[in-house]
Structure formats: structure tokens, C-alpha cells
């Protein structure tokens, strides 16, 4: 029988004005199947304004590689945006409507299959580790260049469409590690978006993120259990409550 994993993720300012304010919340529920493939729904809300409000619903298979996923996002009162993406191969379909109403609907064929789907839920960035295909014993440096994303904004807060991220991002995975967080204890990976020994202030560009750590559950699942990043961002992410049961009963 399929399982659930169901949690919360809090969101809060590393600014030296505002450490420890609450930015924000996520609240996630993961569906385990048993051929390996999975789907996440993230209802997430960042507080800071212009608010931006959304509702993902992604599927990936057993490598955590896209399959589908309908993103919707609201920012402020008024402007609302939602689309389906659909993956089969190198072939990228998607269609929807973006923020000011403008409605698409298009075919992409990338020169390699896409390892992952930028959608912006915290939880979602953590899957998009799984997708390395990674050697959990070994610290490796991956780069990863020209893959899709639904909005290139680094709060998401445009589109959604299907945009490409074309400069390179390095991922460094640095090892395991034990870290202790609201919802528990727990065996952990540690990751880091871009080199760990610098801190660029960065812009709200592609290819211009500032550092981003971030600690998954080492038990095949990528459960985001915290996240930081500096720059011009500060912001923290931790992990406040996880459950795990049948599906529909948590």
C-alpha cells in the first residue's frame, strides 16, 4: 500500500533586523508508491510583500525525475497564474496562464532529458538533489546548466510558464551529517547551491543566486529538514513537524 509523509516547514529572516521573524509557511504531503514513484503537494506562503501564495502538485518516478506538475501562484490581492507541465523524454509540454492573464500553450524538445523541474516549494528543491543520482558516501561537486524551471524569479513569483535556467549552477553534496532541528533528530545529507566557501550577495537574476545550503533526510526520501541562504536573501528554512502513514491517513 502506498505511504505518506506529511510536513511542516517554517520560514523565517536571517536579517540582522529580523532574525527569527516568521516569513512564511509550507505545509507538504509526499505520496510513496510502490514502483518507486512519488508525488508532493506543497501549499506554501511567503509572507514578505508582495505576498506570493502556492500550490504545486509534482510527480516524479523512481529516480525523482519529473513527470508532471501544476503549479499555482497568486502574488499580492489580485494577480493569480497557474499551468500544467508535462515530461516524456527530452519533450517538455506545457499550457496554462500567467500572471497578467496571458494564456500559452507550448512544446519544448531540450537536447538531454531533464534530471529535475525547478516548481519553488523549499520541499521541491530538496527533490531536485535526489535527482543527481547522487553517491552518498562520496562529497562530489555536480554542475547542472539549461534546465527547466517555472518561473526564473528566485521567490517564483512570475509566470508560471516553462522558462529555461541557462547558466550552469554547481551543487556541491558535502557529506553526512546528524543535525538536530524542531521536528527532531536526524541522520542528514548537506548540500550546498554554489561553492560553500564564498557568499555572494547575489541579484534576483538567473545565474546570480546567492549560496544556498541545504540538509536533506539521508533515508531516500530528500525530507527537507533545513536550508539558508545568504547574500542578499537571509533566509531560513527548518523542518517543524513530519509524520509518516498510510496514504489519506495523515
Known sequence: MPTSIRG?????????????????????????????????????????????????????????????????IRVGDLQEGSALFH???????????????????????????????????????????AGLGIDVDTPKRYTVENFPTASNDHRGATGPRLEMHKPAIDIYYLGKESITVAAGTFEALHFCYGDPNEDPIGSNAAGAHPRYHVWTSADGHFILLRASVDGYMQTHYELHECHTGETGSV
Open 8 to 72: 511542516r516547514i517554517v520560514y523565517t529572516s536571517n536579517q540582522p533586523q529580523r532574525q527569527g521573524h516568521v516569513r512564511g509557511m509550507e505545509h507538504f504531503v509526499m505520496t510513496l508508491n510502490q514502483d518507486g514513484s512519488r508525488s508532493l503537494r506543497s501549499h506554501c506562503v511567503i509572507q514578505d510583500p508582495p505576498m506570493v501564495e502556492r500550490d504545486v502538485l509534482l510527480s516524479v518516478d523512481s529516480q525523482f525525475h519529473p513527470r508532471s506538475a501544476i503549479v499555482k
Open 87 to 129: 515530461f516524456s523524454g527530452k519533450t517538455i509540454t506545457a499550457s496554462g496562464h500567467i500572471l497578467d492573464g496571458t494564456e500559452y500553450s507550448e512544446t519544448r524538445v531540450l537536447s538531454n532529458e531533464p534530471s529535475f523541474f525547478v516548481t519553488h516549494p523549499i520541499q521541491a528543491d530538496a527533490w531536485l538533489l
